[in-house]
T-cell receptor, first 112, second 111 residues
């Protein structure tokens, strides 16, 4: 079945550092890929998405590129802020179904 | 933000009691979902609905039932709560089977 693997956290960075959170997936066909962010005490918010190979999703300075050859969708940001502290979830949705399959989440802590 | 509310937001109940969680949307979206969130597991799908009275099981449906009698409401019922069902429950909605929008969550504790 489909699966998503994320790097375990927490990831602790200083403000203005470069961020990478790794995400790899296993799925049949050509799934859509997503990054969601969860701030403390809140539900998940869609951060960005990509629906086909080589697509780049971007939002709020975050980027991720759909790499079919490496089955990856790594999240990057050039300069993190304290306000980016949250839990980040990578997810996929296969073409055939309605369900999102989530990774385990990665907690990011940004220190001033 | 998508108009999704969940009630209650917090609940403590005893083992063996029935519990119903409610998800209400004002977006008229066709698809609705119930997930549970547990440390290390991300979110796992319990049940989903693709229309009024149309529901299907997800990955972790044992011990849960759902009902959708109106487009705007999706109910999740634990017939006899167990401690393993202590979790945070999220409802989500979707118009087009692609992007999903999540509610604020319900924290359920079964003692």
């Amino acid at each position: 079945g489909d699966s998503v693997t994320q790097m375990e956290g927490p990831v602790t960075l200083s403000e203005e550092a470069f961020l990478t959170i790794n995400c790899t997936y296993t799925a049949t066909g050509y799934p859509s890929l997503f990054w969601y962010v969860q701030y403390p005490g809140e539900g998940l918010q869609l951060l960005l998405k990509a629906t086909k190979a080589d697509d780049k999703g971007s939002n709020k300075g975050f980027e991720a590129t759909y790499r079919k050859e490496t089955t990856s969708f790594h999240l990057e940001k050039g300069s993190v802020q304290v306000s980016d502290s949250a839990v980040y979830f990578c997810a996929l949705k296969s073409n055939a179904g309605n369900m999102l399959t989530f990774g385990g989440g990665t907690r990011l802590m940004v220190k001033p | 933000d998508a108009g999704i509310t969940q009630s209650p937001r917090h609940k403590v109940t005893e083992t063996g009691t029935p519990v119903t969680l409610r998800c209400h949307q004002t977006e008229n979206h066709r698809y609705m979902y119930w997930y549970r969130q547990d440390p290390g597991h991300g979110l796992r799908l319990i049940h989903y609905s693709y229309g009024v009275k149309d529901t299907d099981k997800g990955e972790v449906s044992d011990g849960y039932s759902v009902s959708r009698s109106k487009t705007e409401d999706f109910l999740l019922t634990l017939e006899s709560a167990t401690s393993s069902q202590t979790s945070v429950y999220f409802c989500a909605i979707s118009a087009d089977r692609d992007e999903q929008y999540f509610g604020p969550g319900t924290r359920l504790t079964v003692t």
